[in-house]
């Protein structure tokens, strides 16, 4: 499907997803029913969660998390601005003005807690942890300092289905860690439905106003009322349609099956990676003493300074390496810098560091290492 001799990422897809979609197909209910429950429930028992809906997208489910943590005009969330800009916009949504946080360093590249709490005003409601590139935050010390400021929590997942965090109670799955999780099932991400999420929690209450949000604020769904289940509806929040389909909740469920080994499978490759570029003096490899658990979504690396990048990412394409940049930091783009210009203060000085020197190297299960190394011999090579 790419002309790339190493693609940035890919799905694996095999003959089970064509036969469980094919299934669907056959069975002449496409729009939200058994199969979307069943994948709900299999991934709340995945996580070890109460509640988890499926949603169409990832930035659907956070904007879902936002709106039910009852974010408003006047709050404020403390998001990292090394993330996708979906996070950020999420909370923008609600009328709610994210307050960037800055990372921890270019080991970490998760946002600092103590940054975060010199940030806290008056007007924080919520902290939003993006776990950036599938390695967990530093969720035992945002606990501590949620507890201490009264604030919510929402987990991004986006990068993180199946990281385990080794959090001081024991350890527990990334979005099993907070208020709301959520993730983003998009093309590109470890478990894949094309376009698709999941919003999970273990409060009840919030799970109701989930439910009810993500399909229009209706108190029934048209599967209960082609069950008979139920004849009428009434509308009692503001609601949306952000549901997901049958096609791709049966994608989700084999995809989900798959999950551990693939993501175990991109532990390794990162550790080869890892392994061959740790002596390049030309650059850092982030995340090298993470501790275990990460779900491996992204490998990251930063060139040391003057960063050459333009030309290294050229020079990798010229040789069919796709490479990409994780993430230009959202308080950078115009629209936000505007946001700033009306009295937000985002200075960032580790993200502001790093933020040119970042590249990400192709990173999917399926990679050979026949390809991994030619991506290393590339990288390698760019210095001799
Ligand atoms: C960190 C992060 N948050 C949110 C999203 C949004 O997810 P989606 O594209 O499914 O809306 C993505 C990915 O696309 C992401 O990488």
Redesign the pocket.
């Known amino acids: 499907m790419n002309s790339w001799k190493v693609p940035l990422a890919d799905v694996t897809l095999g003959p089970e997803e064509t036969a469980a979609v094919t299934e669907v197909l056959q069975s002449g209910w496409l729009s939200m029913g058994p199969k979307t429950q069943e994948f709900e429930d299999r991934f709340a028992t995945f996580l070890g969660v109460k509640h988890a809906f499926a949603v169409a997208?990832?930035?659907?489910a956070?904007h879902l998390a936002c709106e039910v943590l009852g974010l408003g005009p006047g709050d404020e969330v403390l998001c990292p601005a090394l993330?996708?800009v979906?996070?950020a916009n999420a909370i923008l949504y609600t009328g709610a003005r994210p307050v960037f946080v800055d990372i921890t360093g270019p080991h970490d590249l998760n946002l600092s807690v103590s940054d975060a709490a010199a940030k806290v005003s008056e007007r924080t409601r919520a902290i939003m942890v993006?776990h950036y590139g599938g390695y967990p935050g530093d969720m035992d010390a945002v606990a501590a300092l949620a507890r201490r400021c009264g604030l919510k929590i929402i987990e991004?997942c986006?990068?993180a289905p199946g990281a385990v965090y080794h959090a001081a109670q024991g350890p527990r799955l990334a979005g099993a860690l907070s208020d709301v999780g959520c993730f983003?099932?998009?093309a590109n991400?470890n478990l894949t439905t094309g376009?698709?999420?999941m919003v999970v929690t273990d409060d009840d209450d919030l799970a109701g106003k989930i439910r009810t949000a993500r399909s229009h604020g209706m108190t029934t769904l048209t599967w209960d009322r082609h069950r008979g289940h139920s004849f009428s509806y009434d509308v009692v929040a503001r609601g949306y349609n952000y549901r997901l389909d049958e096609l791709r909740s049966a994608l989700g469920l084999v995809q989900l099956r798959k999950l551990t080994s693939a993501n175990a499978r991109r532990r390794e490759l990162t550790e080869a990676y890892r392994a061959q570029l740790q002596d390049l003096d030309r650059l850092e490899i982030p995340f090298r003493d993470a501790p275990a658990g990460s779900a491996h979504h992204l490998f990251p690396i930063l060139l040391k300074e003057p960063s050459p990048r333009a030309d290294f990412m050229a020079a990798l394409a010229r040789q069919g390496i796709q490479t990409s940049i994780h993430y230009p930091p959202v308080h950078r783009f115009s629209y936000y810098q505007k946001l700033w210009d009306a009295g937000h203060d985002h200075r960032l000085p580790r993200t502001e560091k790093i933020a040119s020197r970042l590249v990400t190297l192709p990173l999917f299960p399926s990679l050979t290492r026949g390809q991994l190394d030619a991506v290393v011999a590339a990288v390698c090579g760019y210095w001799r």
């Not at 997208?57 to 659907?60: C, L, V």
């Open positions: 997208n990832g930035t659907a956070l993330t996708f979906a996070s993006v991004d986006a990068h983003s099932f998009f991400k376009e698709g999420g």
